[in-house]
Protein backbone atom coordinates (compact mmCIF):
# COMPACT_ATOMS: atom_id res chain seq x y z
CA UNK A 1 0.00 0.00 0.00
CA UNK A 2 1.44 3.60 -0.55
CA UNK A 3 2.52 6.03 1.55
CA UNK A 4 -0.12 8.52 0.33
CA UNK A 5 -3.27 5.41 1.31
CA UNK A 6 -1.10 4.81 4.12
CA UNK A 7 -1.90 7.94 5.57
CA UNK A 8 -5.38 8.33 4.25
CA UNK A 9 -6.38 4.86 6.22
CA UNK A 10 -4.28 6.78 9.56
CA UNK A 11 -6.02 10.18 9.06
CA UNK A 12 -9.58 8.60 8.91
CA UNK A 13 -9.59 5.86 11.48
CA UNK A 14 -7.79 8.71 13.74
CA UNK A 15 -10.83 11.32 13.19
CA UNK A 16 -13.01 8.02 13.75
CA UNK A 17 -11.69 6.95 17.27
CA UNK A 18 -12.05 11.24 18.12
CA UNK A 19 -15.69 11.10 17.21
CA UNK A 20 -16.86 7.94 18.75
CA UNK A 21 -15.14 9.93 22.00
CA UNK A 22 -16.77 13.18 20.72
CA UNK A 23 -19.73 11.32 21.27
CA UNK A 24 -19.57 10.07 24.22
CA UNK A 25 -18.78 13.50 26.11
CA UNK A 26 -21.91 15.44 24.12
CA UNK A 27 -23.92 12.43 25.56
CA UNK A 28 -22.32 12.60 28.65
CA UNK A 29 -23.44 16.59 28.56
CA UNK A 30 -26.86 15.82 27.32
CA UNK A 31 -27.65 13.44 29.73
CA UNK A 32 -26.74 15.92 32.16
CA UNK A 33 -28.79 18.41 31.01
CA UNK A 34 -31.74 16.29 30.85
CA UNK A 35 -30.85 15.32 34.44
CA UNK A 36 -30.62 19.00 35.17
CA UNK A 37 -34.01 20.04 33.81
CA UNK A 38 -36.42 16.76 34.60
CA UNK A 39 -35.53 16.19 37.95
CA UNK A 40 -32.62 13.36 37.54
CA UNK A 41 -35.77 10.78 37.25
CA UNK A 42 -38.43 12.34 35.08
CA UNK A 43 -39.20 14.55 38.06
CA UNK A 44 -41.41 17.68 37.37
CA UNK A 45 -44.64 19.55 38.40
CA UNK A 46 -48.15 18.58 36.86
CA UNK A 47 -48.67 19.23 33.73
CA UNK A 48 -53.02 19.39 34.18
CA UNK A 49 -54.75 20.20 36.57
CA UNK A 50 -55.34 18.01 39.49
CA UNK A 51 -58.03 17.59 41.80
CA UNK A 52 -57.06 19.45 45.26
CA UNK A 53 -59.83 19.43 47.10
CA UNK A 54 -62.29 16.68 48.81
CA UNK A 55 -59.25 14.67 49.93
CA UNK A 56 -61.22 11.88 51.63
CA UNK A 57 -60.31 10.74 54.81
CA UNK A 58 -63.73 8.96 56.33
CA UNK A 59 -65.73 7.38 54.05
CA UNK A 60 -66.52 10.04 51.21
CA UNK A 61 -69.25 8.77 48.78
CA UNK A 62 -68.39 8.70 44.92
CA UNK A 63 -69.43 12.25 42.60
CA UNK A 64 -68.49 14.09 45.30
CA UNK A 65 -67.18 17.70 43.91
CA UNK A 66 -63.36 18.63 43.93
CA UNK A 67 -62.30 21.67 42.59
CA UNK A 68 -59.23 21.96 40.38
CA UNK A 69 -55.40 24.38 40.23
CA UNK A 70 -54.99 26.01 36.75
CA UNK A 71 -51.79 25.08 35.72
CA UNK A 72 -49.72 27.74 33.40
CA UNK A 73 -49.14 24.57 31.15
CA UNK A 74 -51.67 22.27 30.15
CA UNK A 75 -55.37 23.42 28.95
CA UNK A 76 -58.09 21.68 29.55
CA UNK A 77 -58.44 21.17 25.69
CA UNK A 78 -55.62 18.77 25.81
CA UNK A 79 -55.72 17.11 29.31
CA UNK A 80 -57.72 14.24 30.43
CA UNK A 81 -60.17 14.79 32.99
CA UNK A 82 -60.62 12.50 36.24
CA UNK A 83 -63.93 10.27 36.73
CA UNK A 84 -65.72 11.24 40.34
CA UNK A 85 -63.92 8.37 41.94
CA UNK A 86 -60.19 9.58 40.02
CA UNK A 87 -60.55 12.75 41.19
CA UNK A 88 -60.82 11.57 44.99
CA UNK A 89 -57.89 9.51 44.61
CA UNK A 90 -55.90 11.71 43.25
CA UNK A 91 -56.94 14.49 45.91
CA UNK A 92 -56.06 11.77 48.39
CA UNK A 93 -52.76 10.54 46.76
CA UNK A 94 -51.68 14.52 46.58
CA UNK A 95 -52.32 14.91 50.73
CA UNK A 96 -50.15 11.73 50.94
CA UNK A 97 -47.41 12.42 48.38
CA UNK A 98 -47.31 16.44 49.53
CA UNK A 99 -46.46 14.74 53.10
CA UNK A 100 -43.64 12.21 51.92
CA UNK A 101 -39.82 12.83 52.89
CA UNK A 102 -36.51 11.44 52.90
CA UNK A 103 -34.80 9.70 56.06
CA UNK A 104 -33.95 12.41 58.40
CA UNK A 105 -30.49 10.94 58.41
CA UNK A 106 -29.84 12.13 54.68
CA UNK A 107 -30.21 15.98 54.98
CA UNK A 108 -32.82 15.62 52.01
CA UNK A 109 -30.05 14.08 50.05
CA UNK A 110 -31.71 11.21 47.76
CA UNK A 111 -28.52 8.35 47.83
CA UNK A 112 -28.06 4.49 47.93
CA UNK A 113 -29.15 2.72 50.10
CA UNK A 114 -31.64 4.30 52.18
CA UNK A 115 -33.00 7.85 51.34
CA UNK A 116 -35.75 7.77 49.53
CA UNK A 117 -39.19 8.91 50.11
CA UNK A 118 -40.53 6.51 52.44
CA UNK A 119 -41.03 9.13 55.22
CA UNK A 120 -44.53 10.74 56.09
CA UNK A 121 -44.79 13.37 58.32
CA UNK A 122 -46.97 11.79 60.96
CA UNK A 123 -50.27 13.60 62.74
CA UNK A 124 -48.66 15.75 65.38
CA UNK A 125 -45.23 16.04 64.45
CA UNK A 126 -43.61 18.79 63.85
CA UNK A 127 -40.84 17.72 61.21
CA UNK A 128 -39.84 18.35 58.80
CA UNK A 129 -41.21 21.94 59.05
CA UNK A 130 -43.38 23.41 56.54
CA UNK A 131 -44.73 20.18 55.32
CA UNK A 132 -48.29 18.75 55.71
CA UNK A 133 -49.45 15.98 57.42
CA UNK A 134 -50.05 12.61 56.01
CA UNK A 135 -53.83 11.69 56.40
CA UNK A 136 -54.50 9.40 59.72
CA UNK A 137 -57.38 7.46 57.90
CA UNK A 138 -54.71 5.93 55.44
CA UNK A 139 -52.44 5.39 58.26
CA UNK A 140 -55.39 3.45 60.16
CA UNK A 141 -56.40 1.60 57.12
CA UNK A 142 -52.60 0.08 57.00
CA UNK A 143 -52.76 -0.79 60.23
CA UNK A 144 -56.12 -2.60 59.82
CA UNK A 145 -55.27 -4.52 56.63
CA UNK A 146 -51.66 -5.15 57.57
CA UNK A 147 -50.81 -4.64 61.33
CA UNK A 148 -47.01 -4.11 61.91
CA UNK A 149 -46.48 -4.81 58.35
CA UNK A 150 -43.12 -2.93 57.57
CA UNK A 151 -44.52 -1.86 54.30
CA UNK A 152 -47.35 0.26 55.65
CA UNK A 153 -44.50 1.34 58.53
CA UNK A 154 -43.09 5.31 58.35
CA UNK A 155 -39.73 4.80 56.97
CA UNK A 156 -40.48 2.07 55.26
CA UNK A 157 -43.64 3.16 53.29
CA UNK A 158 -44.29 1.02 50.06
CA UNK A 159 -45.58 2.02 46.78
CA UNK A 160 -48.69 -0.76 46.70
CA UNK A 161 -49.03 0.80 50.29
CA UNK A 162 -48.92 4.21 48.81
CA UNK A 163 -51.49 3.27 45.75
CA UNK A 164 -53.66 1.03 48.24
CA UNK A 165 -53.73 3.91 50.65
CA UNK A 166 -54.90 6.36 47.89
CA UNK A 167 -57.88 4.28 47.16
CA UNK A 168 -58.46 2.80 50.78
CA UNK A 169 -61.01 5.72 51.72
CA UNK A 170 -62.66 5.78 48.23
CA UNK A 171 -62.74 2.30 46.57
CA UNK A 172 -60.94 0.42 48.49
CA UNK A 173 -58.55 -2.14 46.59
CA UNK A 174 -59.25 -5.57 48.78
CA UNK A 175 -56.48 -7.66 47.23
CA UNK A 176 -52.93 -6.95 47.40
CA UNK A 177 -49.62 -8.58 45.88
CA UNK A 178 -46.21 -7.27 45.06
CA UNK A 179 -46.40 -3.77 42.66
CA UNK A 180 -46.27 -5.63 39.02
CA UNK A 181 -48.14 -8.69 40.47
CA UNK A 182 -51.29 -6.31 40.74
CA UNK A 183 -51.75 -6.74 37.27
CA UNK A 184 -52.44 -10.36 36.95
CA UNK A 185 -53.85 -9.95 40.37
CA UNK A 186 -56.99 -7.62 39.40
CA UNK A 187 -57.41 -8.88 35.92
CA UNK A 188 -60.87 -10.11 35.65
CA UNK A 189 -61.65 -8.69 39.28
CA UNK A 190 -65.06 -7.81 39.47
CA UNK A 191 -65.50 -3.88 39.75
CA UNK A 192 -62.15 -3.02 37.92
CA UNK A 193 -60.81 -3.01 34.68
CA UNK A 194 -57.30 -2.85 33.22
CA UNK A 195 -56.31 -0.37 30.27
CA UNK A 196 -52.98 -2.05 28.48
CA UNK A 197 -49.98 0.28 27.49
CA UNK A 198 -46.82 -2.16 26.42
CA UNK A 199 -49.64 -5.23 27.88
CA UNK A 200 -50.90 -4.82 24.36
CA UNK A 201 -50.17 -4.26 20.68
CA UNK A 202 -50.29 -0.31 19.72
CA UNK A 203 -53.90 -0.97 18.17
CA UNK A 204 -55.52 -2.04 22.04
CA UNK A 205 -53.70 0.18 23.92
CA UNK A 206 -55.84 2.91 25.75
CA UNK A 207 -55.83 6.16 27.60
CA UNK A 208 -54.70 6.22 31.41
CA UNK A 209 -56.52 8.67 33.05
CA UNK A 210 -56.20 10.64 36.58
CA UNK A 211 -56.75 8.08 39.76
CA UNK A 212 -55.31 5.10 37.82
CA UNK A 213 -53.02 2.75 39.43
CA UNK A 214 -49.89 2.89 37.27
CA UNK A 215 -48.22 -0.43 36.95
CA UNK A 216 -44.90 -1.03 35.79
CA UNK A 217 -42.82 -3.81 34.83
CA UNK A 218 -39.05 -4.48 35.21
CA UNK A 219 -36.95 -7.96 36.04
CA UNK A 220 -38.33 -8.15 39.00
CA UNK A 221 -40.73 -6.99 41.19
CA UNK A 222 -41.94 -3.56 39.67
CA UNK A 223 -43.49 -0.61 40.48
CA UNK A 224 -46.52 1.18 41.44
CA UNK A 225 -48.03 4.79 41.29
CA UNK A 226 -51.04 6.25 41.12
CA UNK A 227 -51.33 8.70 37.85
CA UNK A 228 -52.18 12.66 38.71
CA UNK A 229 -52.72 14.58 35.64
CA UNK A 230 -52.43 13.29 31.45
CA UNK A 231 -52.30 15.65 28.61
CA UNK A 232 -53.18 14.12 25.41
CA UNK A 233 -50.22 13.15 22.63
CA UNK A 234 -50.61 14.71 18.97
CA UNK A 235 -49.38 13.63 15.46
CA UNK A 236 -46.13 15.36 16.19
CA UNK A 237 -46.03 16.35 19.94
CA UNK A 238 -45.60 13.94 22.82
CA UNK A 239 -47.84 14.36 25.26
CA UNK A 240 -47.01 13.94 29.51
CA UNK A 241 -47.98 11.27 32.74
CA UNK A 242 -47.62 12.69 35.88
CA UNK A 243 -47.76 10.44 38.68
CA UNK A 244 -46.80 9.98 42.63
CA UNK A 245 -45.25 7.65 44.54
CA UNK A 246 -43.86 5.99 47.63
CA UNK A 247 -40.73 4.88 47.41
CA UNK A 248 -38.84 6.26 45.05
CA UNK A 249 -36.59 8.98 44.04
CA UNK A 250 -39.26 11.94 43.94
CA UNK A 251 -43.09 12.23 45.13
CA UNK A 252 -43.97 13.46 41.65
CA UNK A 253 -42.09 12.23 38.23
CA UNK A 254 -43.65 13.53 35.26
CA UNK A 255 -42.87 11.11 31.61
CA UNK A 256 -43.98 11.49 28.09
CA UNK A 257 -46.91 9.70 26.91
CA UNK A 258 -46.29 9.02 23.65
CA UNK A 259 -48.41 9.13 20.54
CA UNK A 260 -48.70 5.33 20.28
CA UNK A 261 -50.14 5.95 24.31
CA UNK A 262 -46.46 4.29 25.43
CA UNK A 263 -44.80 6.03 27.99
CA UNK A 264 -40.91 7.27 27.63
CA UNK A 265 -39.03 5.37 30.51
CA UNK A 266 -35.95 6.03 29.65
CA UNK A 267 -35.24 8.23 32.72
CA UNK A 268 -36.19 4.87 34.32
CA UNK A 269 -33.44 2.27 33.41
CA UNK A 270 -34.95 -1.18 32.93
CA UNK A 271 -38.84 -0.09 33.70
CA UNK A 272 -41.66 -0.24 31.25
CA UNK A 273 -45.21 1.29 31.75
CA UNK A 274 -47.35 -1.78 31.44
CA UNK A 275 -50.83 -0.74 32.06
CA UNK A 276 -53.68 0.81 34.19
CA UNK A 277 -55.92 -0.49 36.64
CA UNK A 278 -59.06 1.33 36.86
CA UNK A 279 -62.47 1.29 39.12
CA UNK A 280 -64.84 -0.34 36.46
CA UNK A 281 -67.95 2.25 35.14
CA UNK A 282 -65.07 4.91 36.02
CA UNK A 283 -66.26 7.11 32.35
CA UNK A 284 -63.72 6.60 30.27
CA UNK A 285 -61.02 9.55 28.07
CA UNK A 286 -63.27 9.38 24.91
CA UNK A 287 -66.58 9.16 26.84
CA UNK A 288 -65.84 12.63 28.80
CA UNK A 289 -65.18 14.43 25.13
CA UNK A 290 -60.99 14.00 25.37
CA UNK A 291 -60.16 12.95 21.38
CA UNK A 292 -57.63 10.36 21.22
CA UNK A 293 -54.60 10.49 18.99
CA UNK A 294 -56.38 8.09 16.57
CA UNK A 295 -56.34 7.53 12.84
CA UNK A 296 -58.94 5.32 10.93
CA UNK A 297 -56.13 2.87 10.67
CA UNK A 298 -55.39 2.78 14.39
CA UNK A 299 -52.88 5.11 16.64
CA UNK A 300 -50.64 7.59 14.83
CA UNK A 301 -47.18 5.91 14.00
CA UNK A 302 -44.41 7.38 15.93
CA UNK A 303 -41.47 8.17 14.02
CA UNK A 304 -38.44 5.84 15.13
CA UNK A 305 -36.47 9.18 15.48
CA UNK A 306 -38.92 11.03 17.61
CA UNK A 307 -38.80 7.66 19.90
CA UNK A 308 -35.46 7.94 20.38
CA UNK A 309 -35.48 10.50 23.22
CA UNK A 310 -31.57 10.06 23.57
CA UNK A 311 -30.86 10.73 20.21
CA UNK A 312 -33.01 14.20 20.25
CA UNK A 313 -31.49 14.96 23.42
CA UNK A 314 -27.51 14.49 21.93
CA UNK A 315 -28.89 16.37 18.57
CA UNK A 316 -29.98 19.53 21.33
CA UNK A 317 -26.84 19.00 23.09
CA UNK A 318 -25.07 19.39 19.68
CA UNK A 319 -26.81 22.65 18.47
CA UNK A 320 -26.61 24.18 21.67
CA UNK A 321 -22.88 24.08 21.89
CA UNK A 322 -21.83 24.33 18.38
CA UNK A 323 -18.61 26.20 18.82
CA UNK A 324 -17.71 23.09 21.11
CA UNK A 325 -18.32 20.65 18.33
CA UNK A 326 -16.73 22.72 15.80
CA UNK A 327 -13.57 22.43 18.40
CA UNK A 328 -13.87 19.26 18.57
CA UNK A 329 -13.75 18.33 14.85
CA UNK A 330 -10.92 21.09 14.02
CA UNK A 331 -8.60 18.95 16.76
CA UNK A 332 -9.39 15.91 15.62
CA UNK A 333 -8.13 17.27 12.23
CA UNK A 334 -4.99 19.30 13.19
CA UNK A 335 -4.31 16.01 15.37
CA UNK A 336 -4.19 13.74 12.16
CA UNK A 337 -2.00 16.07 9.86
CA UNK A 338 0.26 17.45 12.96
CA UNK A 339 1.49 14.28 14.22
CA UNK A 340 4.14 12.05 12.26
CA UNK A 341 3.52 8.81 13.37
CA UNK A 342 -0.05 8.92 13.05
CA UNK A 343 -0.88 5.55 12.57
CA UNK A 344 1.36 4.12 15.38
CA UNK A 345 -0.58 6.65 17.54
CA UNK A 346 -4.15 6.00 16.95
CA UNK A 347 -2.82 2.65 17.32
CA UNK A 348 -1.50 2.86 20.71
CA UNK A 349 -4.76 5.35 21.52
CA UNK A 350 -7.31 2.45 20.30
CA UNK A 351 -5.55 -0.10 22.63
CA UNK A 352 -5.23 2.26 25.71
CA UNK A 353 -9.02 3.23 24.80
CA UNK A 354 -9.92 -0.43 24.96
CA UNK A 355 -7.92 -1.44 27.84
CA UNK A 356 -9.91 1.40 29.65
CA UNK A 357 -13.29 0.44 28.81
CA UNK A 358 -12.96 -3.15 29.76
CA UNK A 359 -11.54 -2.03 33.04
CA UNK A 360 -14.52 0.27 33.36
CA UNK A 361 -16.62 -2.29 32.37
CA UNK A 362 -15.56 -4.59 35.19
CA UNK A 363 -15.54 -2.31 37.32
CA UNK A 364 -19.67 -0.62 36.90
CA UNK A 365 -20.25 -5.01 36.77
CA UNK A 366 -18.99 -5.76 39.86
CA UNK A 367 -20.58 -2.18 41.30
CA UNK A 368 -24.22 -3.29 39.91
CA UNK A 369 -23.94 -6.79 41.11
CA UNK A 370 -23.56 -5.13 44.71
CA UNK A 371 -25.82 -2.73 44.42
CA UNK A 372 -28.70 -5.95 43.06
CA UNK A 373 -27.11 -7.87 46.66
CA UNK A 374 -28.77 -5.34 48.59
CA UNK A 375 -31.32 -4.11 46.66
CA UNK A 376 -33.67 -6.52 48.91
CA UNK A 377 -37.25 -5.31 47.72
CA UNK A 378 -36.31 -2.17 47.23
CA UNK A 379 -36.86 -1.22 43.17
CA UNK A 380 -34.96 2.20 43.39
CA UNK A 381 -31.88 0.59 44.10
CA UNK A 382 -32.64 -2.09 41.40
CA UNK A 383 -32.98 1.29 39.06
CA UNK A 384 -29.26 2.08 40.41
CA UNK A 385 -28.11 -1.54 39.72
CA UNK A 386 -29.21 -1.48 35.91
CA UNK A 387 -27.92 1.91 35.25
CA UNK A 388 -24.82 0.81 36.26
CA UNK A 389 -24.95 -2.27 34.49
CA UNK A 390 -26.40 -0.56 31.18
CA UNK A 391 -23.07 2.27 31.33
CA UNK A 392 -20.94 -1.21 31.49
CA UNK A 393 -22.58 -2.99 28.49
CA UNK A 394 -22.47 0.82 26.81
CA UNK A 395 -18.95 0.73 27.27
CA UNK A 396 -17.72 -2.73 26.09
CA UNK A 397 -20.54 -1.72 22.94
CA UNK A 398 -18.44 0.96 22.05
CA UNK A 399 -14.97 -0.68 22.08
CA UNK A 400 -16.40 -3.20 19.76
CA UNK A 401 -18.17 -0.39 17.97
CA UNK A 402 -14.73 1.39 17.48
CA UNK A 403 -12.93 -1.77 16.27
CA UNK A 404 -15.18 -2.74 14.11
CA UNK A 405 -15.77 1.31 12.50
CA UNK A 406 -11.93 1.18 12.20
CA UNK A 407 -11.61 -1.82 10.23
CA UNK A 408 -14.02 -0.73 7.80
CA UNK A 409 -12.44 2.52 7.15
CA UNK A 410 -9.41 1.08 6.52
CA UNK A 411 -10.24 -1.64 4.62
CA UNK A 412 -12.11 0.73 2.37
CA UNK A 413 -9.40 3.10 2.23
CA UNK A 414 -6.68 0.11 1.05
CA UNK A 415 -9.42 -0.54 -1.54
CA UNK A 416 -10.91 -3.45 0.05
Not at 244 to 253: C, L, M
Request: aromatic fraction near 10%.
Amino acid sequence: MSTSRMGVTAVVSGMVVVLLLGFVTLTGLSASLAWSQSGGYGGGPGICPTATATAATASPTPGSSVTATPSPTGTASDCVPASKIGAQVVALAKAMADALYVNPACGGHIRYPDCYYTWYKAPGSTYPPGLPTFPQAVIDYGERVCPGCSAWANGTYQCVSFVRGAYSQVYPMRLTANAFDLWATYAGQPGWQEIPSAAAPPGQRGLPMPGDVMIFRDTSIGHAAIVMSVRLPTSTTEGAITFSNANSVSPYTTMPLLPDLSVDTSNWPGYVVWGYIRPAGSASASAAGVSRPFSAEGPIAWKKGDRNMQLKTLVTAALLHPAQFATLIQTAWKTALVLGSIAGFFTNLYNDLTAFALAMATFFFAWAALLYMTANQNENHRVQARSNLYIALGGLALALLAQTISGLVSGAAQGQ
